[in-house]
Structure formats: C-alpha cells, structure tokens
C-alpha cells in the first residue's frame, strides 16, 4: 500500500503563529490541494496526522475543526481525488498526551489504522517535531520549506531527513518515480 502522511498547518495549508482558528482562516498553499489529488489518484493514500493545541488552548472547537478538514476533503475531492484518515492532538504541550509531535502516537494510529509498517514511511512536516515524530518510529522524515519549514532549516535535523520545496514537488517525486 502506498501511504504517505502529512503533517497540516504550513504543509497542506498556510500557517499562523496566532493559529488557524476558523475555516476562513484555513488557506491552502499553492499546489498543495491539486498535489493531493494527484497523489490520490496515482493510488496514494494520503493520511494526517496534525497538532491542534488550539483545541486545548480554547482558540477553537471541535466542531470547526472538523470544519476545516471537511473543507480541505472537498477541495480535493473536486479535483477528483480524497484524503484518507485525519488524525489530530488537540491536547496542550503539559498534557503529557502520548499524541502530540513530536512523539510518533498519530503516526502509529495511522499505520495501525491502514496495517502498514511505519518503516521509512514518508512523513512530510514543516516543524522538526515532526521530523523527530518520524525518527522516533523509523519512518522518514521529509522537511518542507513551506510553513515554518525554512526556520527549521537552520536547525539541526534528523539524520537522513529529504527537503522538498513543498508538498507538490513531493508529490512530482513520488508519482514520477
Ligand atoms: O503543523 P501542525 O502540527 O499541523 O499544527 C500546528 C498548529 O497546531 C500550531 O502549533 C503551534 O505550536 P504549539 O502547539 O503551541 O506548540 C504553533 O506552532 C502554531 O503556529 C501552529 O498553528
Ligand atoms: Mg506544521
Ligand atoms: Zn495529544
């Protein structure tokens, strides 16, 4: 099975430091909503697996959470492709949640979810909690600059982590080779 799972905020959409509060606020990036549907339809199943401490921090609820992600599940879905299995943390950095990233809990959930190994299995984040996430249960960690992803260039990364410009360089990557 050909399973790629992407980090959310500053990979598939544009990021805040204030959050993404509400469905207006969720913009995505140029290419990433058409790089989705393309991988879909080459036969990727295209997870996420995102923190949404924002959740915990009262800034937003559920509900318009899922608002967004049903907004991101149409979009793509009008370019003839879908998104699988969205998994989210909506708890705050002192909870001592075993899902927040950068430790691997969604990652684990969403190979458990589809029965696939998590061995170099890509996972494409802006954050270098999200490369840790990765490092920690042997998948491979893809950075791009999108996001936050060119300030975590200058950090020190995950041995072995690939750059990508953004997710629809990724996704030429991919269906091409
Ligand atoms: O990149 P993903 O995981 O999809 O989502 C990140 C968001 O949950 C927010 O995560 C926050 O980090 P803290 O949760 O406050 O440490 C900040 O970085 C915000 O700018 C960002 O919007
Ligand atoms: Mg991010
Ligand atoms: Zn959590």
């Known amino acids: 099975m050909k399973l790629l ?10 990021d805040s430091d204030a959050y993404i ?7 995505p ?10 991988l879909s339809k080459a036969g990727w199943t295209v997870a996420v697996a995102t923190n949404q401490s924002g959740i915990a921090r009262g800034y937003y609820d559920i509900a318009t959470l899922d608002a967004m992600h049903g907004r991101l599940r149409s979009l793509v879905a009008e370019q003839g492709g879908e998104v699988g299995l969205i998994v989210y943390c909506p708890h705050g950095p002192d909870e001592g949640c075993d899902c927040r990233k950068p430790k691997p809990g969604m990652l684990k959930s969403i190979a458990a ?11 494409v984040g802006d954050s270098l909690g999200d490369l840790e996430a990765a490092k920690a249960v042997d998948s491979q960690p893809v950075l791009v ?8 260039l200058g950090k020190t990364l995950p ?11 990724i996704a030429a990557e991919l269906i091409h080779n």
């Open 29 to 38: 990036l140029p290419g990433s909503i058409e790089a989705i549907a393309q």
């Open 113 to 123: 979810h589809y029965n696939v190994s998590l061995t170099n299995l890509w996972f």
């Open 21 to 27: 509060k509400s469905v207006a606020e969720w913009i």
């Open 5 to 14: 799972i992407l980090d959310r905020d500053g990979v598939i959409n544009y």
């Open 145 to 152: 600059k999108t996001g936050k992803g060119e300030k975590t």
């Open 159 to 169: 041995v072995g982590t690939l750059i990508f410009d953004d997710l629809a360089a």
